[in-house]
């Protein structure tokens, strides 16, 4: 684990942050890097480590200080040479917009305010208009002097070429259960082993099912099986109800996330991986889906999952998206849609 003065832990990611760290002391860094993986896997954490390295104005150590005047404002997120950019919340879509990359594109063009090294970390860079994509890329092409680019994304596939071919990339890997259980461990949080496997490795969707998360998916679960037990009526009912929710975006995200997982067990045991599963207390379920899904369904199934995460981002009605996901859900499980929850 990489941890600094600072408390910033980076589990798992040690050998992929390393060398980058190096580089950020002795002024070698490329102008733009694109940190891919999991998502809540360390990525933005890495990023915000590595501007902070880039910054510091102490000579010792691989890590930043944490106490000197610029490590402190990057800290409390106020320092002109740290620039993060968002998602605008004033878009329901969750998407970057040109208007936000032109105002980017306007601040590098000044002189950094007094760190050695500016770094511009976009997070999601898929979260980018084609608009704003395009007038970013001669940006990132040729950098300002000092300036550097940290592109952060868990769908690498939906990036143009021209940025891909502009980054160096970075992978950023699952955390291993042998590593992550011990850590859920010391923070004293119950069912570390289940959280561990239903996080898929990724140390901050661990913690965030830890403080309550894993009591949602258990409800989502139920709520889901129980949709997939009934007909067509009890589709559209329950489209009606996520599409009505104050959140209906990370509801759907929720049911999304917990399909998926399911999905995964049904693969996992007809490879007679019984061992990995994250629904192990479900056994009866898992065989009666795998028997029908396995190969050929589980893999439309996800196809269909991903599109569904696409159309998200450019604002396609919930309810339909509902409604489509799990009536083809209910056509490939046929009978095995009436497995019941132990």
Partial sequence: MARVSDGIELLGQTARIAPLLERARSGRLHHCYLFEGPPSVGKHTAAELLARTAACTAEQGPFPCGQCLTCKQMLKGIHPDLIQVVPDPKRKSGTIGVEQVR???????????????RTVIIDPIDALMPQAANALLKTLEEPPPDTGFVLITSRVSSLLPTVLSRSQRVRFAAVAEKELVPW?????????????????????????????????????????????????????????????????KAALLLWLAVLETLLRDTVMWACDREDALIHSDQPKLIDAWSGVLWPG?????????????????????????????LS???????????????
């Fill in 103 to 117: 105002e980017l594109i306007r601040k590098v063009r000044l002189r950094p305010y007094n760190a050695s090294w």
């Fill in 184 to 248: 859920l461990n010391s923070k004293q949080l119950p069912d570390a082993e289940r959280i561990a496997r239903l996080s898929l490795g990724c140390p901050g969707a661990a913690l965030a099912l830890g403080e309550g998360g894993l009591e949602a998916m258990d409800q989502v679960r139920a709520e889901l099986i129980s949709v997939l037990n009934g007909d067509i009526p009890a589709v559209i009912d329950a489209a009606e109800a996520i599409s009505r929710t104050k959140d209906a």
């Fill in 297 to 325: 369904g589980a893999g439309r199934l996800q196809l269909l999952i991903d599109q569904t995460r696409q159309r998200m981002l450019v604002n396609v009605n919930n309810r339909l998206l509902v409604e489509a996901l």
């Fill in 328 to 342: 083809s859900t209910l056509r490939e499980l046929g009978p095995a849609s009436r497995a019941r929850l132990q």
